[in-house]
């Protein structure tokens, strides 16, 4: 019963999630100068929605925050406030706080009180529901937020009268909806009166107290379109018969739009007809609503169910490389028909893994769409100026993954406005632009998501790392590193470069953290930095964080992988393109360039590998962010789909090796994790002679 | 307890959960079977869930056809 309401709550609180980040989406639009009505119409049916839930659980600071809210994007939409950038201050302000509600009604966290008072405030004034001086407002000394906004008066909009019976069914009280909250969610429309009928109460020794036997018929008078109305009824129409009755006489001959009486006007209407219909022509007469796109049917599903289908997927995966290996001795002539069937039922079975992912994959936007309020706050917080580009936001990713985005790119662009992008004189002075751009962009290749954040501040103070790394005795004094060791320097626990700490960034326990987060979900983050036009980090993750694209290599005896994403090319070297190094190194020349050979068989210490490159093969893989590297392996054997098993979890981290799996043939291989072979490599002298051969 | 003058006082549950309307209901029916009247606190309920109205209402005409006081303080 309460756990029934608990789930009910749960559920909302998922859909408070969607439609905060929803609405943010279409502020962004707005801003960007997007098609405004679609944007306007989704921000209102988005707080709209939060507010007939939060109406329904008895959220009432919830509840009335978004009817302020509903009511200014109303006039929007009917062309009655101006949109311009106050208001669009303003939006996102509601859209901040929108999101702080729903937390505070979800966690407790209580929102910010002068924070909630000011936007609330500021809304109903904008709504025009609050018509004299912003008295209540907290802080007389901030800006008005509303300075600026142009609306008109709301004209009264004519009031109609509604019959509303309504008869729960037996599981509304069990279901945890109380007709009481829906009464009051009428009452918030207008006038109500209302009869109770309770000719059905039983006997007390009858009663089952979780079946509601009382019916209730509502009078309700009210301005509020006949949406509000049915959106009302709709929230409990599996668990309650309610009907609505339209009782409003018929208006003699009059205009059906008599509200601002302009050619501007009834242009504007007409331009957002489709987004607010007027009142129903006549009484029970079913309106069109062509507002409403067509819902797309969704079924929600607990997350271990889809990882319980996820992982079954993943062992079906490996089952036609198994059985090709086991048919590779057969004529293929004469079992032409069970090849056949092998290839097709390989192809099924990758759609099916396809399909398995693409139901847990969430578009990026749901992340994304925080960072406009980041930045803005940073804004304020830093005195810099930044415009946020944001794009490939419907890049879709595993759910899992986009939860766990949050934290470490809201670390990185904390990091980029604080450290990278300079204050506007700076820039002015360097010959920028003042206003310094963020640019968040995500793009699938292939198996991946690549996802990048560049600014164009002030790039790596790489002689201040350097000191820094000295002074805090994580490099020996005189040590001559590369560009890109000082930069991945950053990323070791506890460096922080800032001065002071600030409440920004620079307290020394990101940069590490987010490469620690990004590589336990199978990704890796680079940087690239160039002194005076900025730094970009790139991260670079599995969409699904089951299944891998991997290249089966041999050494030795033993099977290692290598994620096909990262592969740039495989040959075997003559020996006139290796250049051997002071006995240790040995570089590849390589289309101009000179790459560091990394031997697998050395480095994992394999017995019976191949010293001699030149008898084995070079597969040259590419790190996220990281330099080009050569691996050496005795040979491949091929590419295969497999099942990433956590090797930390059944046995223990080992330097090098991101994952287990079991291939086709039954036989156990280890994943390598590139981005830290990259860093072992990174980490050893080079020889001058082979930085740069090109 | 017991006999006329003394009249059981009994609290309604403050969150008006489905399961203590339960046991109210049953602690109802067993006052009502011993000819004891009722007085329904209320103190503690801010806001009457819709099960807690018809629970009481339904009570109110059970102890009234047998003449038992019963109300709300």
Redesign the interface.
């Known amino acids: 019963?309460?756990t029934e309401e608990e789930d009910l709550q749960r559920i909302f609180f998922l859909e408070c999630e969607e439609l905060v980040a929803s609405a943010e989406q279409s502020v962004e639009t707005l801003r960007a100068g997007g098609t405004q009505d679609d944007a306007i119409n989704a921000l209102f049916r988005a707080v709209h929605s939060i507010k007939g839930g939060a109406g329904a659980f008895?959220l009432d600071r919830l509840a009335k925050f978004a009817h302020a809210f509903e009511s200014f994007m109303d006039l929007l939409r009917k062309g009655r406030a101006t949109l311009d950038a106050a208001a669009i201050d303003l939006l996102f302000d509601g859209v901040d706080v929108l999101r702080m509600l729903v937390d505070e009604a979800q966690n407790g966290t209580q929102a910010p009180p002068q924070r909630y008072d000011a936007a609330f405030s500021a809304l109903r004034k904008a709504a025009g529901l609050e018509t004299g001086p912003a008295d209540s407002a907290p802080e007389p000394a901030a800006p008005d937020p509303t300075a600026g906004i142009e609306f008109e008066a709301p004209a009264a909009a004519a009031l109609r009268q509604y019959r509303i019976v309504l008869a729960?069914g037996p599981r509304m009280?069990?279901a945890g909806v109380?007709?009481?909250r829906v009464i009051a969610n009428l009452k918030a429309l207008g006038s109500v009166s209302v009869e109770i009928d309770?000719s059905d109460?039983?006997?007390?020794?009858a009663?089952d107290?979780?079946v509601?036997?009382?019916r209730w018929t509502i009078a309700l008078e009210t301005s509020a379109p006949r949406d509000d109305v049915d959106e009302i009824a709709g929230m409990i129409d599996d668990l309650a018969d309610v009907a609505i009755e339209d009782l409003t006489p018929p208006e003699p001959e009059a205009p059906p739009e008599p509200v601002v009486p302009t050619a501007e006007a009834a242009t504007a209407e007409a331009a957002t007809a489709a987004a607010a219909p007027v009142a129903a022509p006549a009484a029970g007469a079913p309106v069109p609503d062509t507002r409403r796109e067509k819902p797309v049917a969704t079924v929600r599903v607990d997350v271990p169910k889809l990882e319980r289908l996820g992982n079954m997927v993943g062992e079906l995966i490996i089952t036609p490389a198994f059985l090709a290996r086991q048919a590779s001795d057969l004529d293929t002539e004469k079992h032409r028909r069970l090849f056949r069937a092998l290839d097709e039922m390989s192809q099924h079975i990758r759609d099916l893994a396809d399909a398995a992912t693409s139901i847990r994959a969430q578009p990026l936007k749901v992340v994304f769409s925080r960072f406009g309020a980041l930045v803005r706050d940073l804004e304020k917080s830093t005195g810099k100026r930044i415009r946020l580009e944001v794009s490939g936001e419907g890049t879709e990713i595993d759910k899992t993954v986009v939860e766990r985005l949050s934290e470490p790119l809201t670390h990185l662009i904390r990091n980029s406005v604080d450290h990278g992008i300079e204050s506007a004189e700076k820039r002015l002075a360097a010959g920028k632009d003042p206003v310094g751009l963020l640019k968040l962009s995500a793009e699938q290749r292939g198996t991946h998501v690549a996802i990048e954040l560049s600014d164009d501040g002030a790039g790596v103070n790489r002689p201040r790392v350097l000191a820094k790394a000295i002074e805090r005795g994580l490099v020996s004094p005189g040590a001559n590193l590369s560009d890109q060791e000082i930069d991945d320097l950053l990323f070791v626990p506890g460096f922080s470069t800032a001065e002071a700490v600030t409440s920004v960034s620079g307290r020394g326990v990101g940069m590490d953290a987010v490469r620690a987060t990004i590589a336990e979900m199978g990704g890796q983050v680079g940087l690239v930095s160039r002194t005076g036009l900025g730094t970009t980090f790139s991260l670079h993750l599995p969409l699904s964080l089951a299944i891998l694209d991997a290249m089966v290599t041999l050494v030795g005896l033993h099977s290692y992988l290598i994620p096909t994403s990262a592969i740039i090319e495989s040959l075997r070297p003559a020996a006139s393109a290796l250049v051997r190094m002071d006995g240790q190194n040995t570089l590849l020349a390589w289309r101009g360039s000179m790459l560091r050979i990394l031997s697998l068989g050395a480095e994992f210490s394999v017995p019976g590998a191949m010293d001699d490159p030149t008898r084995g093969i070079l597969v040259i893989v590419k790190p996220a962010g990281g330099e080009l590297i050569a691996l050496q392996v005795d040979d491949l054997i091929g590419q295969e789909p497999v099942v990433v098993k956590s090797l930390e979890r059944n046995y223990r981290k080992v330097r090098g090796i991101s994952g287990a799996t079991i291939l086709g043939d039954g036989r156990p291989a280890l994943i390598l994790d590139l981005p830290a072979l990259g860093a072992v490599m990174a980490r050893r002298p080079r020889a001058e002679a082979g930085t740069n051969a090109g | 307890m017991g006999g006329d003058s003394a009249i059981d006082r009994l609290e309604l549950p403050a969150t008006g959960?489905?399961?203590a309307?339960?046991n109210l209901?049953t602690v109802?029916?067993d006052r009502?079977a011993a000819g004891q009247a009722v007085h329904l606190d209320a103190r503690h309920v801010h806001?009457?869930?819709?099960?807690l109205?018809?629970?009481v209402?339904?009570?109110a005409?059970?102890f009234a056809a047998r003449e038992l006081a019963f109300g709300l303080v």
């Open positions: 019963m309460a008895g729960p009280l069990a109380d007709p009481l309770a109460l039983p006997a007390l020794e009663l107290p979780a509601c036997h009382l | 959960e489905l399961a309307l339960g209901k109802l029916l009502l806001e009457p869930s819709t099960a109205v018809q629970l209402e339904s009570a005409a059970a």
